[in-house]
């Protein structure tokens, strides 16, 4: 049962503080295109609630959801009846099946594959195989992305190589925002201006020289016509994070992003809770030459604006 106290709301035995319910309500004003399914999945993962098996606590969080838009506090999407609610199935991807199995190993340069282009996964299935392949070989695996998103397949002569997904932004990064230089006011309202690289796999087997820095050279030019006709918008910054216990990000400065420095190893802080991770490698690509002046200004304009 949800019950208010002096500006805390409770969801059962999670207590849901001021600032998260800010955040809540933001989130939701700045992604009107989400169903109230996609929002809930989402929001499960950003605040970290989850079962202990770590299976997202879906029922809760729409409860949530529906007393805070009874109290006022936001307003959510209308009910869209031609979709079924999959509930909490829906942070999940699809079971590996054999179109997921190794391909054969390909071994040649850059020079001797056919044109490697970015494929959009545009449709139900290809996004269920999509999740699938980042499921069954990404270190990380699939889960559930963060606000817009775009997912692709790196394909040649009709082959699939591997993924990459792009998402919502960190909501916070220290050496990140001192780089852009704006202010916590200037972030919350431009922040969808800047997308996180959250998934890069090349497919196990293919060992093509040069073939990944390739790739993001590929999408820095196409991302922006991409997410412009799909979200409504022109991104201004690629971000990303890089593991440096397996990876030195060695395509990502081969393809000329800057490296900012390290994230802190906590996670998502919460009030009197943390979540310790390993520091990550934190890259970033401007997609255009002002776009510091941008982020730091009023002047953004699209359909996540407030």
């Known amino acids: 049962m949800l019950r208010q106290e002096k ?11 001021p600032e998260d319910v800010t955040y809540i309500r933001t989130f939701v004003k700045r992604f009107p295109g989400l169903s109230r399914t996609e929002l809930t999945c989402t929001l499960c993962e950003h605040l970290d609630w989850l079962t202990p098996a770590g299976r997202p606590k879906f029922e809760a969080c729409a409860k949530l959801l529906a007393r805070l838009e009874e109290a006022g506090e936001l307003r959510l999407p209308s009910l869209q009846k ?3 609610h999959p509930g909490p199935r829906c942070c999940s991807a699809k079971r590996a099946s054999a179109r997921t199995d190794p391909p054969v190993p390909l071994v040649r340069s850059l020079s001797e594959l056919d ?15 999509w999740n699938a392949y980042v ?6 695996g699939y889960k559930k992305p963060f606000g817009y998103w775009a997912r692709y397949f790196i394909e040649s002569g009709g082959h699939w190589l591997g993924c990459i997904l792009l998402s919502g932004a960190a909501k916070a990064l220290t050496p990140r925002d001192r780089w852009i230089g704006w202010n916590d006011r200037q972030r919350l309202k431009n922040l969808p201006w800047v997308v996180n690289n959250n998934r890069f796999l090349i497919f196990p087997g293919v060992e093509v020289a040069n073939l990944a820095s390739h790739v993001l050279a590929q999408l820095v030019r196409r991302v922006g016509d991409d997410w412009e006709a799909r979200w409504g918008y022109r991104p201004l910054l690629l971000e990303t994070f890089v ?7 060695s395509c990502y400065r081969a393809a000329g992003w800057a490296l900012l420095g390290r994230t802190s190893g ?20 401007p997609l255009q030459a002002d776009f510091r002046a941008l982020l730091c200004s009023n002047q953004l304009k699209g359909t996540t604006e407030l």
């Open 7 to 17: 500006a805390t709301w409770w969801q059962g035995d999670r207590e849901i503080f």
């Open 82 to 84: 031609d979709k079924s």
């Open 115 to 129: 044109a490697v282009r970015l494929r959009s996964a545009s449709d139900p299935e290809e996004e269920n195989l």
């Open 135 to 140: 499921e069954r070989y990404h270190p990380l």
């Open 243 to 249: 593991d440096p216990a397996r990876f030195r990000g």
């Open 266 to 285: 906590e996670g998502l802080v919460r009030p009197g809770k943390h979540y310790p991770t390993s520091p990550k490698l934190i890259f970033a690509k």
